[in-house]
């Protein structure tokens, strides 16, 4: 895992908050016990995605311009403020994003502040539209005033 503090100011320079799509509560999909159950790490203590080995390839989705998808659930703290992904300034033009149903990638979006629903973390559905069915893909993840940025390993092996 590449990890990188960044601050949220110079991210939200680039991305305006308010112009931001937000992913709304009802697209949760399912809840869970806890942000490290199959596999996944937990990112600023509110955030949890997919391990840092190296998961399969995308698949392809005969669609352009984003031939290829790399299906990821992403996990969120109840109760926790809102979460910022976007896409790593190298990786812009190569990846777009994607959670809770949404069906216009984006390079950015923000996940809602929900609470809790019976467990303390809550699952929306998901992944990466890459142009090519390889990569290692850069995420910046922003929490309040804290951000960092995890790679991806998708059929790659990645240094870092």
Do not use: H
């Amino acid at each position: 895992m590449a990890a990188a503090t960044v601050p949220v100011s110079s991210i939200a320079a680039k991305q305006p908050s308010s112009r931001l799509p937000t992913v709304p509560c009802d697209r949760i999909i399912l809840v869970a016990s806890s942000g490290t159950e199959g596999g996944y790490r937990v990112v600023l203590g509110t955030v949890s995605v997919p391990g840092a080995r190296n998961s399969p390839t995308a698949s392809p989705t005969l669609s352009e311009p984003w031939p290829y998808f790399r299906k990821m659930g992403l996990v969120i703290r109840a109760g926790s403020p809102s979460v910022v992904i976007s896409v790593a300034e190298k990786w812009r033009g190569r990846a777009v994003i994607t959670w809770g149903g949404n069906q216009d990638p984006k390079t950015a979006l923000r996940i809602a502040s929900c609470p809790s629903y019976g467990k303390p973390w809550n699952v929306y559905a998901g992944g990466l539209y890459l142009r090519s069915p390889t990569g290692c893909v850069d995420l910046v993840f922003s929490v309040g005033r804290r951000s960092t940025t995890v790679r991806f390993a998708i059929g790659a092996r990645c240094d870092g």
